[in-house]
Each structure stands twice: as C-alpha cells, then as structure tokens.
C-alpha cells in the first residue's frame, strides 16, 4: 500500500450564477476527498468571479477498498443571517492522477478549469483547480519494519549492555 499527499490549489471561479434575491454572493468552497473536509475562506464581496488561492492538503492511500477516488468541490453562498445557499459543485475523478504518482513518485495536474453543476444537473459556472500528488518515501509495511528492526535492536542494545556490566 502506498501513502501520498494530494494538494490541491484552488484558484478561482468565473460566472457563478446567482441565488440570492439581490444578486449579491460571498462565495467560499467545501473541498471533500473520502472523509477529510476543507472550507476555503469567504471571497466576501467578490461575488461571481472570485479568486481564493489557497492550497490544502489530503493525505490519500492507495489502493483503497471501495475505490471512491473523487475530489468534491461544493461551493456556497455564505449568508449572515439566513442557511448558506448551495449553489453548485464539481467533481474530479483524481484515480489516474494518483496512479501515475503512485508510478513516477509525483504527478502533477495543472490548474484547469471545471464546470460547477447545479442539482438539476443545469451548468452553473466553472471553478479552477490544479492538483499535485505526491508519493510518501516509505510504505506503511516498510514503517512497520523499521520500527520492528528498530526494537529489536534495542532490545540486543540492552542485553549487550547487561553483560558488559557484569
């Protein structure tokens, strides 16, 4: 089994549709990949076209069981006083992507643009996103080894010790 860190870079999003009665939207994004969830910052006052630039960091195994390899990018309208309007997502299947880094030591997706689909499945603008992985340089197996090898040793240290002292 092989251990990486997938980073995401989330850049920015363009024609957002609105979904308040104003017009006005503060968006910030939910990253999700398998259990681990970001929130970008609030692009507050920034509204269809917002720029984050932030990274985030996902730490990803692989091969993985159910074989869900998908980075879930919601996005919202942050409101004061009212529930957070949801206003579309997109999905990036990133399987190959850690394939290739699992392969290579490093795979690199560089920052693209993808469409943010409402519920309905109607376009509702698109998101721009790169992402790196990137392989760990030891194993979970070979961890354990070390760590294994590594009590061994200093159990042999310790005895050696004894006898010296007697």
Not at 113 to 116: D, Y
């Given at each position: 089994m092989a251990i990486g860190i997938m980073e995401v870079k989330l850049m920015g999003a363009k024609g957002l549709k609105r979904s308040?009665?104003?017009g006005i939207i503060d968006p910030y994004v939910l990253l999700q990949y398998r259990n681990q969830e970001y929130k970008s910052r609030i692009a507050k006052g920034q509204g269809r076209n917002p720029i984050w630039n932030e990274k985030f960091k996902y730490i990803v195994d692989y091969p993985v069981d159910d074989d869900q390899y998908k980075l879930v990018l919601k996005i919202m309208d942050h409101d004061m006083?009212?529930?957070d309007d949801y206003l579309g997502e997109a999905k990036i299947y990133v399987k190959?992507?850690?394939e290739l880094g699992v392969e290579k030591?490093?795979?690199k997706l560089h920052p693209q643009?993808?469409?943010?689909v409402y519920?309905?499945?109607t376009y509702r603008g698109e998101i721009?996103?790169?992402i790196t992985f990137t392989v760990k340089k030891e194993t979970v197996e070979e961890g354990i080894f070390r760590?294994?090898?590594r009590r061994y040793l200093d159990d042999e240290e310790r005895t050696t010790k004894r006898i010296r002292l007697w």
């Open positions: 308040d009665f104003l006083y009212n529930p190959e992507l850690i030591g490093k795979a643009k993808h469409r943010v519920t309905n499945l721009q996103v790169g760590k294994s090898s």
